[in-house]
């Protein structure tokens, strides 16, 4: 039962009528229909975990590899790494001849610090996207090139031969992004290509592994600031209605799921934020439900999320964009998402706002902090209880021993929570005994 002000409600059971009070504010509208039990999940699933990009923790000398390992161990989580790009070199730059090196010293940095792995699919050599055999290029355009769909059959034998390589491996996601199917998104995407080109790589890797579980469309949930876009819907914005007619293809013509993929950011494509920088994370709770319901209650995984505009001028306080993401992740429990893994913006050297740890000495950063806390008290499957706030800017979580209060505001708030006076810092993140 989530936390909510209204007694007797449960975010995945039912929805507060029109105009009542929940911790995270104003309650949207009624939604036409609920999920009413949490989707399956494996015993003890952590939710929550991160992406490996560019630079990770065995990029460097042996005391950021220790440092990092150490600081993943603390609380082992999920952790995703894709098999070509995103720090891994051409697995197979010659038809038939792969090269593993790369991957493996991911999967080896996994190994070490106690992940859960996951592995996405994605992408492909550039022999499958009609350039030369035996060469790599890392342009944006050819590097997020899709295979060709003479090449569709090739793309499924490469991920075939990693889910036998990496038999520890139970979880694979096909593809990121639409990356190639969707070049222009003035435009509907390709979603014939990708379902055809999902099929082809979902029978190969069952045909290797059938205990392997796959997911896709690895769909990015995108919003526009017009709430009569479609059916999605929120003082959030509205999900393109593109995005729900391709997710709707898919769901009907996939050959099978275990699992849905979906990738989103609070902010619209215009770069805004509403009504504000908190109200605009409850697009992740009306996404993931809307997602279960279409999908008859499958698992959904938020492959990345975001919460800050991309326009390159938007700048928050550090203590502001952690209580932004620790609300944006409250959405998620809430809403039974059963995975969110965070892409970790890692750099060699500097500061780096939101990386899990340092780039120096691997030791935890607040980011790292924080989604550690989250593995720790709300995997999923945790039964949240009811917690009643005087003061809706106060947004919480709760389970019988652990209970979470965001300040989302940026000034000293007192309010009664749980039956208790708190006061709270401005943008605290204050976790106590349930």
């Known amino acids: 039962m989530a936390a909510l002000v209204v007694a007797g409600m449960s975010a995945c059971s039912a929805v507060a009528p029109e105009g009542a009070t929940t911790a995270g504010g104003p309650a949207s509208a009624p939604a036409t229909s609920a999920v009413a039990e949490p989707p399956p999940v494996d015993p003890g699933w952590p939710r929550w975990g991160l992406t490996h990009t560019q630079t990770s923790g065995n990029n460097g000398d042996q005391r950021l590899l220790d440092g990092a390992s150490q600081t993943l161990s603390r609380v082992p989580m999920l952790q995703n790494q894709h098999i070509m790009g995103f720090g891994v070199g051409n697995p197979e730059e010659q038809p038939g001849e792969f090269h593993f090196e790369d ?15 996951v ?9 499958m996207k009609g350039g030369p055999a035996g060469q790599t290029s890392w342009q944006k355009e050819h590097f997020e090139a899709a295979p060709e769909p003479a090449h569709f059959d090739d793309f499924a034998k490469l991920a075939a031969a990693v889910a036998q390589r990496y038999d520890n491996v139970d979880y694979f996601m096909v593809w990121n992004e639409l990356k190639g199917f969707w070049p222009d998104h003035s435009q509907p995407p390709d979603i014939a290509g990708y379902t055809t080109f999902y099929n082809k790589v979902y029978d190969a890797v069952k045909a290797v592994r059938p205990d392997a579980k796959i ?10 600031s017009d709430v009569d876009a479609s059916e999605l819907k929120g003082k959030w914005g509205a999900v393109d209605q593109p995005v729900l007619d391709a997710f709707d293809y898919w769901n009907k013509h996939k050959r099978g799921a275990d699992f849905v993929v979906v990738d989103g950011a609070s902010p619209t494509d215009d770069h805004e934020l509403l009504p504000d920088p908190f109200g605009a994370t409850a697009k992740f709770g009306a996404a993931t439900r809307w997602l279960r319901e279409k999908t008859g209650n499958l698992p959904i995984w938020w492959s990345e999320w975001y919460i800050m505009p991309e326009d390159g001028k938007t700048k928050w306080p550090e203590d502001m964009r952690l209580a932004v993401q620790a609300v944006s992740m409250i959405e998620l429990a809430a809403s039974g998402a059963a995975t969110a893994l965070y892409w970790n913006p890692q750099t060699k050297q500097g500061d780096c706002a939101g990386c899990m740890w340092s780039s120096q000495d691997g030791s935890a950063l607040p980011t790292g902090d924080l989604i550690s806390n989250f593995v720790r008290w709300f995997p999923a499957g ?11 800017r106060v947004r919480v979580l709760a389970q019988k021993d652990k209970l979470l209060m965001v300040n989302t505001t940026g000034g000293r708030l007192s309010a009664t929570v749980d039956g208790k006076s708190v006061t709270l810092a401005p943008y605290e993140i204050k976790w106590t005994n349930g």
């Open 103 to 117: 991957l493996d010293s991911r999967m080896r940095l996994m190994d070490r610090s106690g992940g859960l792995p």
């Open 119 to 127: 592995i996405t699919l994605c992408c492909a050599p550039d022999w």
């Open 215 to 224: 997911g896709g469309p690895y769909l990015g949930m995108d919003s526009v």
């Open 382 to 392: 945790t039964k949240l209880r009811q917690v009643i706030t005087s003061d809706s």
